[in-house]
């Protein structure tokens, strides 16, 4: 098994159980985060609420908003300033944060966003940029509790060291279940200095700046312009493209069917995965943590020997995309996840269970990319 991913642990230290929203706030906060502001929806709230029990004790402060466009709005504010600030919701909230992440995103603001997502539906919102112009965000997709506290940090980590925005791709049971974790300050070394700042200090000195999306300076400061400021930010995307792509993978080497999952699914993949390895099947795994950048030569590298390339998502398919554009042809991808859900909505469904993922590895495995799959099961409460 492999992994290219490299970020440091938190020094060993007493763990505790903690519900994941508790565990991402507490990360947040030792990561540096000060200020949030959100809006309550389920699966998100609790992440808000841990945000404001414990935000004021760090010196920060936590707003309940009016509504998604008021929290995203006071985030820039607080952005503007250096501060290490953040927003979240679910996918549905963060539908209304577009033009606003957008904007952000061309202003060269450090925003960090949660999105506690209701299934995995959000894929095309989080990886294509769902506001205007030619910007993505980092998306990092962790698959548990423990991940999610050490992504939280580092994503305010890469946040401050590009100046762009971090998503953080969660889902119901990261935000609900509870896992023994040790949340402490991880070092991942230092970040250049915030010269753009809009903190006060150079009022009246007549050296005060900007922060514009269109690259405009104060009268008679220098300032890039428009164009040339938007092309120095598909620049800098081709480098985080080059530099920050994070993924996890397992026995493709020989693999004649390789799985590629993210998130929590991709937990539940990884454990079916192993088990069939100890049976003789010859199946291996792919797992995205970043979602932007995408590991496509990862994906590439594992569809070199492989007969069949299966994607398992919980939604119609929407990642199988990419899959498709890094196998670039070398083997036939098929999608073996789908719709699958509860009485809410929220994507904990009868799918998200190892032996029906077992049952639909194995059809791919054995029969080729045209095996008839086992139906879908139905949440017959939902």
């Known amino acids: 098994m492999t992994t290219t991913t ?3 642990r938190p020094a060993a230290s007493s763990r505790r159980l903690m519900e994941g929203a508790e565990a991402i706030a507490t990360a947040a ?6 200020f949030f502001a959100g809006y309550p929806m389920t699966p998100f709230t609790e992440v808000l609420e841990h945000f404001a029990r414990l935000l004021p004790d760090a010196g920060g402060v936590c707003i309940n908003a009016e509504s998604e466009l008021e929290a995203v709005g006071m985030a820039w504010g607080a952005l503007a300033t250096g501060a290490r600030a953040a927003t979240g919701s679910t996918g549905q909230g963060l539908s209304l944060m577009q033009e606003s992440f957008a904007e952000i995103t061309l202003a060269e603001l450090p925003l960090v966003v949660f999105n506690m997502a209701r299934s995995q539906g959000d894929y095309f919102q989080a990886t294509r940029g769902g ?23 580092l994503a305010f980590h890469l946040a401050d060291m590009w100046r762009h925005p971090v998503l953080v791709y969660g889902d119901y049971l990261t935000a609900h279940m509870q896992e023994a974790v040790s949340v402490e300050r991880i070092e991942f070394g230092e970040v250049p200095a915030k ?16 922060v514009s999306p269109l690259g405009f300076g104060k009268l008679g400061q220098p300032a890039p312009g428009i164009e040339r400021h938007l092309r120095n930010i598909v620049a800098k995307q081709r480098e985080i493209e080059r530099r920050e792509v994070r993924v996890e993978s397992g026995w493709v080497d020989d693999a004649e069917t390789v799985v590629v999952a993210f998130g929590t699914p991709a937990k539940f993949v990884r454990y079916v995965v192993k088990r069939l390895r100890a049976e003789g099947e010859k199946v291996g795994y792919v797992r995205p943590i970043t979602l932007w950048p995408f590991p496509y030569d990862a994906v590439a590298g594992a569809a070199a020997a492989a007969r069949t390339v299966a994607t398992f998502e919980l939604c119609a398919g929407q990642m199988v995309d990419d899959v498709r554009l890094g196998v670039a042809g070398r083997a036939p991808v098929v999608t073996i996840g789908g719709i699958s859900t509860d009485g809410s909505g929220f994507g904990v469904g009868p799918l998200l269970d190892a032996e029906i993922i077992r049952e639909r590895v194995l059809a791919v495995h054995r029969g080729g990319p045209d095996a008839d799959l086992p139906p879908l099961p139905l949440n017959d409460r939902a």
């Open 6 to 8: 490299e970020s440091p």
């Open 195 to 210: 010269h753009w700042a809009l903190d006060g200090t150079l009022g009246g000195t007549g050296r005060s700046g900007i």
């Open 29 to 34: 906060i030792a990561a540096g985060c000060r």
């Open 131 to 153: 506001g205007h112009g030619d910007y993505r965000h980092i998306v990092l997709a962790p698959m548990d509790i423990a991940e999610a506290a050490e992504l939280t940090q």
